[in-house]
């Protein structure tokens, strides 16, 4: 039987009023959750479908393809990309983008085993099970970077697969660490030609306004890359942007009944993503964008020095909103909904996190040592 309108939307209402009072307590994930697109609310009563490539015109014409155009010339220009030197669409998230990055370089390399750190994303490893990929994890060094030396002596070891598959991590999720792709292609060429893949999902945005970069990007050589759309920036919906340099994509393969070319690993693709994302970074402009992500960088170096007065012995790579700290008590960690790994956990600073709530969760980290200590 039908519900009670009505009811259902004070019940969802009631939902989103929870979640966000719980907002500024969330330190532990990368989502940004300082954004406000409610003026945007007509568009939930339109269907907004990216059938298909971005560039391409489709049957049911009933997209938001130049807003999408737009954003990806926007990501392309932040990870170092000439004008049309990439293609790109906007995926469900990083973890689609990548696996279209691995499934462009399996085309490419079709023998060849693919190199990810121990601190690469698990989605890497599934990724490879899908694409019947082998996957070597590469040991990493104590800052959390790729350690070269030991790629270049795996890759040796395989040389006869036909060269080399990297996945470079720009902000690896437990340490924020930024590998040099440089470094990483020279390493790896020990196996012969090289592809490297950079999963940028939560470190794109920030590598591109720290000065100097890191050798993280296109301009530093990368084949393809992805960056999430709904960390640093902040969105309601999850969003990853895939960039693939233009001369490695397969021909236009294309749907018939769509009339469009499609080299994306959907068909229907929100048009609603693209066009909140385009509304996010019109908003920020590029000035906005780079305010931002300084802020949050320098929330990151307060956090280090409030939690080194409060004894958690805190860890940040340079330039990163990841700042780790010696796992707190449980009720610390549920209060202030961190992400732990072992006996680390850490919180990322992202735009909503604010100097004091840095200040309380510091407050409480040094309670939860006295009480220890008792
Ligand atoms: C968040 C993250 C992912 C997964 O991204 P989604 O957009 O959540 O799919 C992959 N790799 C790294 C390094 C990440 O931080």
Request: hydrophobic letters at 45%; charged letters at 20%.
């Amino acid at each position: 039987m039908p519900s009670d309108p009505a009811a259902d939307t004070t019940h969802l209402h009631q939902l989103a009023d929870n979640i966000r009072r719980e907002e500024r307590r969330v330190l532990g994930f990368p989502g940004n959750l300082d954004f406000s697109l409610e003026n945007l609310a007509p568009l939930l009563g339109v269907f907004f479908n990216n059938l298909g490539d971005p560039y391409s015109p489709d049957a049911a014409n009933l997209n938001a393809k130049p807003y999408e155009v737009a954003v990806l010339e926007y990501f392309a220009a932040v990870a170092g990309a000439q004008p049309r030197e990439v293609y790109g669409y906007v995926a469900s998230s990083s973890s689609e983008a990548l696996l279209h990055g691995l499934a462009t370089a399996r085309r490419m390399l079709p023998a060849a085993y693919v190199y990810a750190s121990d601190q690469a994303h698990y989605s890497i490893r599934r990724a490879c099970e899908l694409l019947g990929m082998e996957l070597v994890t590469v040991a990493s060094c104590p800052n959390g970077t790729m350690n070269p030396e030991d790629l270049r002596v795996q890759a040796l070891r395989r040389r006869r697969a036909g060269g080399a598959i990297v996945v470079a991590t720009c902000g690896t999720t437990m340490l924020g660490a930024v590998d040099d792709i440089t470094a990483l292609r020279a390493a790896a060429s020990a196996a012969g030609e090289v592809y490297v893949h950079v999963d940028a999902a939560g470190g794109g945005l920030v590598a591109a306004h720290t000065h100097p970069q890191p050798n993280w990007s296109f301009a530093h050589g990368a084949d393809s890359l992805n960056v999430s759309g709904h960390k640093i920036l902040g969105m309601p919906v999850p969003a990853g942007i895939s960039l693939v340099r233009h001369e490695l994509l397969s021909e236009t393969a294309g749907g018939e009944y769509i009339a469009a070319t499609d080299r994306t690993l959907a068909c229907s693709r929100s048009g609603l993503a693209s066009l909140l994302l385009w509304a996010r970074l019109r908003s920020l402009g590029r000035t906005g964008m780079a305010a931002l992500v300084g802020r949050c960088q320098e929330v990151a170096v307060y956090a280090v020095d409030r939690l080194e007065r409060a004894g958690a012995d805190p860890g940040l790579f340079p330039g990163s909103l990841t700042v780790t700290l010696t796992r707190p008590p449980t009720w610390v960690v549920g209060k202030w909904h961190l992400a732990c790994a072992g006996e680390r956990a850490h919180l990322v600073t992202v735009g909503h996190v604010t100097y004091a709530a840095v200040d309380e969760f510091a407050a409480d980290v040094a309670a939860a040592r006295c009480e220890l200590l008792a």
